[in-house]
């Protein structure tokens, strides 16, 4: 019997992590269909144009590396001093 409630828990929870995915699959195809307005970018040396979403997607980008980062240096330094 029990094994039958953990294959049904697990089912259950694939199913509600599918329903979450497509939900933010969505979200994110009307966030990226209403900001398709060009928007001018001044850049250090040079000025661009591109796509709101673009810039918001490469700035999200830039933020996620820079995170990943200082998280991953952070973990190497706790290492190297719990030797």
Do not use: Y
Not at 15 to 33: D, E, H, K, N, P
Not at 34 to 46: D, G, K, L, P, Y
């Amino acid at each position: 019997m029990a094994g039958e409630r953990t294959t049904q828990s697990t089912s259950h929870q694939i199913s509600t992590r599918a329903m979450g995915a497509t939900l933010l699959v969505i979200v994110l195809l009307l966030f990226a269909l209403f900001n398709t307005q060009r928007v001018t970018v001044h850049w250090i040396f040079a000025t661009t144009t591109a796509p709101l979403v673009v810039v918001i997607a490469g700035c999200a980008l830039v933020g996620l590396v820079a995170g990943w980062l200082l998280t991953h240096r952070r973990v190497a330094r706790k290492a190297t001093t719990a030797r």
